[in-house]
């Protein structure tokens, strides 16, 4: 097992923007000019779902402005010249919190979900949660955590008390053979932690009858679980199916990634606010790896420490090349969800000409939650998007398997996930003429 190295060379520019959750954008609380240390707050939010931005570096602050986000909008950013820090700041610990205050501290470090939820609020989302799972199906982000087991065991153990919650579920994916081992090798409380495979109906609860445990692993297929994937994770794992429109909090799941229980661990037991994550860095760079870098550290100072790209740069796509979304520029900084980065040569681009349906339905029979994907794409580039609706785009997983057997090389997930939007943008317009 290799430990991986944290980006530790300071950038020539920090990027804050001051919305990094599904949520209301945080109200800056410093101006150019100022002075910031390591870990001081440079957002406060207001809402019901809060994610405070804290500084992860020392610097002075040159803008707050709109700069380029990561997710492809422009968003008001804290803009730091870094200098080095030449204090260490003191992290206020409190390693004996009782349960009613672990939630307000996993609140204030700022922990969001890689999906872009806060933690705290996945951990009491409104209906009564009796399970957590624990998301480690992405092997290369898992391997990085691997080092801080122990403590990623801990955070997780905390997160349970945190949210009242009586299980815990750790899901690793069946190929990724390092994780498993680290965890067979891991003990919690003094015992050694259940590991087993998910066969057949044997779900979570078939093995926890038969543990004294509240806390096991289990190793699914070999699937990692992207964001647009948690109904499926829960019915794979828990055997709790959900019907079309429903979310994991309502058949009491919640899940959760391995950075936030690291970053759960770190708040409580080390008194740090959020500040960095593990990113994986693959495709056209040098040197691919995994690394620790600190958010609003700009792209192109994370690829540079990858040795810098391998031959012309085509395209730049965070957080994977299934569900992730390409950028124009490598000056977004990473930020609290960002988990990867995938660098395509330009040679490697897809640029195939889309041709018009041969109706063979390979997509169909690809489509893992029986979806007619040749469809909805259809009426999504007429701008049916009612008609997406009725024909259930917004199940749809954003997986990909569809567009990769299109022998007509349609653009179907694009055209799907934007019918989504549309219809997103749809709902919200509605309940807001209810609300006025
Ligand atoms: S991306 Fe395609 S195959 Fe995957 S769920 Fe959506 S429609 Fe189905
Ligand atoms: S796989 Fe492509 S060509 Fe075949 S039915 Fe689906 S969209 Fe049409």
Do not use: W
Not at 121 to 129: A, N, R, S, T, V
Not at 223 to 252: C, F, I, Q, W
Not at 291 to 315: H, M, N, Q, S, W
């Amino acid at each position: 097992m290799s430990d991986v190295i944290k980006l530790n060379k300071l950038p020539e520019r920090v990027i804050l923007p001051l919305k990094q959750h599904d949520g209301i954008a945080c109200a800056p609380l410093v101006k150019k000019g100022d002075e910031v240390h390591l870990g001081q707050k440079l957002g406060d939010c207001k809402g019901s779902e809060l994610a405070y931005i804290h500084s992860p570096y020392c610097g002075n602050v040159v803008a707050v402005e709109a700069r380029p986000a990561p997710g492809g909008k422009s968003v008001l950013s804290v803009v730091l010249e870094p200098v080095e820090c030449t204090e260490a700041p003191e992290f206020v610990p409190e390693k004996e919190a009782p349960p009613s205050r672990l939630m307000e501290i996993i609140e204030a470090a700022g922990i969001v979900e890689y999906y872009e939820k806060p933690t705290y609020k996945i951990l009491k989302p409104g209906p009564l949660i009796d399970t957590l799972i624990l998301n480690a199906t992405f092997p290369l982000i898992t391997r990085a955590y691997l080092p801080f087991l122990d403590k990623v065991l801990e955070g997780f153990q905390l997160m349970l008390e945190a949210g009242g919650i009586s299980k815990g579920v750790i899901v690793l994916r069946a190929d990724d053979k390092e994780s498993i081992q680290a965890f067979k090798k891991a003990s919690l409380n003094g015992k050694p932690l259940p590991v087993a495979p998910i066969i057949g109906k044997r779900h979570a609860d078939y093995y926890f009858e038969d543990t004294d445990s509240d806390l096991i692993a289990l190793v699914a297929g070999k699937k990692t679980y992207t964001p647009t994937m948690m109904n499926l994770l829960s019915a794979d794992v828990m055997g709790r199916s959900l019907p079309l429109g429903y979310k994991p909090e309502d058949v009491h799941l919640s899940i959760c990634g391995v950075k936030s229980a690291k970053a759960v661990y770190d708040a409580i037991k080390e008194g740090k606010p959020y500040l960095e994550n593990a990113v994986t860095i693959t495709g056209a760079v040098n040197n691919p790896k995994s690394l620790f870098v600190r958010f609003g550290t700009p792209v192109k100072d994370v690829i540079e420490a990858c040795g810098g790209y391998r031959g012309e740069p085509g395209k730049l796509i965070i957080n994977g090349s299934m569900g992730g979304v390409a950028v124009y520029t490598d000056e977004v900084p990473i930020v609290k969800n960002t988990t990867g980065i995938v660098v395509q040569a330009k040679e490697e681009v897809l640029r195939d000409e889309a041709m018009p349906c041969i109706h063979c339905a390979r997509c169909v029979d690809a489509c893992p939650v029986n979806l007619l994907p040749g469809r909805i794409a259809v009426m999504a580039d007429c701008g049916m998007y009612e008609k997406c609706g009725e024909y259930y785009a917004l199940s749809c997983i954003e997986c990909g398997e569809c567009a990769a057997v299109c022998p007509a090389k349609r653009h179907l997930v694009q055209l799907i996930r934007y019918s989504k939007l549309q219809l997103q943008k749809m709902n919200e317009a509605k309940n807001a003429e209810v609300i006025e």
